[in-house]
């Protein structure tokens, strides 16, 4: 229930069906990190997906570069209420990486260079939703953005998409990552406005 | 919801508002709060605003810079007055806040108006008499778009660096590596950066520079890059 706000018109209708409620179209690339910028250099960089028996799937850059690219032409929604229609990645699908990947859990830790974690079920990382995208508009994407990869998780809010993306832990419980003990919600879809707890 | 106790001018693009929220259950210092704004046809948009108040006060303060091509914020600072209602929703955020029981010294950076939650947290350290050390270093364009500059003139721990104009002992441009190493405290102080995109930026990865723990730099920022 809500009042009117007197004197307040509104300037933008963004009447688009692509805009998920509570969020407006922008044109440039904002920004929401919590704290510096990690320098991540593609001679050491390792990604690692480990599961509940402990094993540990590695590749480093040049392994990721020699896995099949896909171009990912997709919307991003941040949780700060900016949306970038139409925007284009190139990555490696996580279907790729867990092709050979045994687990039973079904909840993933996305963890960052950095220290960065945010948690995502096990589901919204499979078919074709999530990748680990290393090219922005055609572009090396920038450290600022997560360079030189970041976790590609566009169906859900984009703090989902971890920036400077080191590796993926099962879990087996839904734990809360970084911004969700710090506030944000624990899914985190824009459709249904699941910013908060 | 909230009713617009007063506004004032802060800035030739900025202004204090305060708000009185009867059943506001209190806020840390560096929380923010999400203003939600109604048309006639139903139409809503909201932003987040630092809050420039902290503890259990039901009068809270914003302080809201005009965005040129903003669509909230030139509401706010042009249009708001005094008895209007106004939808918020918060306190919001639990990790660029300051609280008392921290004892590390602490170095506050800020740029334009991401000053606002930092002075909250200057406010909080007063009030809790915090031994604390805490000091500001305050990048703007001029003395003239300073936020909170009669409240600031009283407190000897600040730094200005003015990137336009300043008075005629300062130096003016933008803050460098070696600017900044000479007025932050020590490694191993809890450093708070809040501003702009590319401002936090420079200043976040120069501190990791000078040596200061990434951990210990907490940053806010705004605008795109």
Redesign the interface.
């Known amino acids: 229930m809500?009042?009117?706000?007197?004197?307040?018109?509104?300037?933008?209708?963004d009447n688009n069906p692509a805009l998920p409620p509570?969020q407006?179209l922008?044109?440039?690339?904002?920004?929401?990190?919590?704290?510096?910028?990690?320098n991540v250099d593609t001679d050491t960089w390792e990604f690692t997906i480990t599961t509940e028996t402990g094993k540990v799937h590695r590749w480093n850059w040049e392994q990721l570069m020699a896995l099949p690219t896909e171009d990912i032409h997709t919307d991003i929604h941040c949780v700060?209420?900016w949306s970038k229609l139409g925007t284009t990645w190139r990555g490696v699908s996580l279907d790729t990486l867990f092709a050979d990947v045994e687990t039973e859990y079904d909840y993933v830790m996305e963890h960052s260079y950095?220290?960065y974690t945010t948690n995502a079920p096990y589901e919204d990382l499979r078919d074709g939703k999530a990748w680990i995208a290393h090219t922005f508009e055609g572009e090396p994407l920038?450290p600022?953005?997560g360079g030189p990869a970041r976790l590609l998780v566009p169906h859900l809010y984009f703090w989902k998409s971890a920036k400077w993306i080191r590796g993926l832990t099962m879990m087996a419980e839904d734990d809360p990552g970084?911004?969700e003990?710090?506030?944000y919600h624990i899914y985190g879809d824009p459709w249904q406005e699941q910013r908060?707890w | 919801m909230g009713t617009v106790a007063s506004t004032s001018a802060e800035t030739p693009s900025g202004r204090s508002i305060w708000i009185d929220v009867p059943d506001w259950a209190g806020n840390i210092a560096g929380q923010h709060v999400d203003v939600r704004l109604t048309a006639p046809d139903g139409y809503q948009a909201t932003r987040s605003y630092s809050l420039a108040s902290s503890g259990p006060s039901p009068r809270l303060q914003l302080a809201v810079d005009k965005l040129p091509d903003g669509e909230v914020s030139p509401y706010l600072v042009d249009d708001l007055r005094a008895g209007d209602m106004l939808e918020l929703r918060g306190p919001l955020g639990g990790w660029f806040v300051w609280s008392p029981s921290v004892e590390q010294p602490v170095q506050l950076i800020a740029g334009g108006s991401g000053v606002v939650p930092l002075v909250a947290m200057i406010r909080a350290h007063a009030a809790s008499g915090s031994t604390a050390p805490m000091q500001l270093l305050y990048s703007v364009r001029t003395p003239d778009d300073r936020f909170f500059a009669d409240e600031l003139e009283k407190l000897d721990n600040i730094t200005y660096a003015y990137t336009r104009s300043g008075p005629p002992d300062a130096t003016i441009g933008r803050l460098t590596k070696e600017r900044l190493a000479a007025a932050v405290l020590p490694v191993g102080s809890a450093v708070f950066v809040c501003g702009p995109t590319g401002f936090v930026e420079a200043v976040a990865s120069w501190l990791v520079d000078l040596g200061h723990d990434a951990s210990l730099i907490k940053t806010e920022r705004f605008g795109g890059a």
Do not use: C, K, M
């Open positions: 809500s009042i009117f706000t007197r004197g307040f018109s509104g300037r933008g209708r509570g407006y922008t044109e440039d690339f904002p920004v929401l990190s919590a704290g510096p910028t990690p700060t209420r950095g220290g920038d600022e953005h970084f911004w003990q710090n506030g908060y």
